[in-house]
């Protein structure tokens, strides 16, 4: 849903005559829609970029398609690699979300770091018994 910009982002919900805080509850200073929450917002960009650092070479901050695309065409990640970006994306898509829904509806905040190492804790678990666990890690993430 995230890929193809259907979550129920507060741009989309006030389309559908739904009231709500129409901006982003992670950083305030923007409207929320899901360019700006994947990855736009300092508070997201952030988040990948201290995942995945291959993304501190963007001069602008991508979107999740165009993220997702430079997974795929990069010449410079094998099968193995790109599998590891798309599931490091897969949890960090999550948890954004999921951060930003508890803010929403739950009143709950988490930092930025604690954000972080929550996905980096579920990366590691799923990648545990991965073949290419070390160079994975060592190469492509600081978690």
Known sequence: MARI???KTADNLIMRGIQVPPHCSLCSG????HSHLFFDCDF??????????DFNSFLLRPTLP?????IENSLSFDRTDKE????????????????????LFSNLK??????????????????AKWKHKPTLLQRL???
């Open 84 to 103: 590891f970006c798309y599931l490091a994306i897969s949890c960090i898509t999550y948890h954004i979300w999921k951060e930003r829904s508890s803010r």
């Open 66 to 70: 165009q993220v997702l695309d430079y």
């Open 141 to 143: 993430t600081s978690i």
């Open 110 to 127: 988490y930092n930025v770091a604690t954000i972080i190492c929550n996905i980096s804790l579920v990366v590691r678990l799923k990648i």
């Open 44 to 53: 997201t960009f952030y988040i990948l970029k201290h995942i995945l650092p």
């Open 30 to 33: 923007h409207l929320e829609n």
């Open 5 to 7: 910009g259907k979550l």
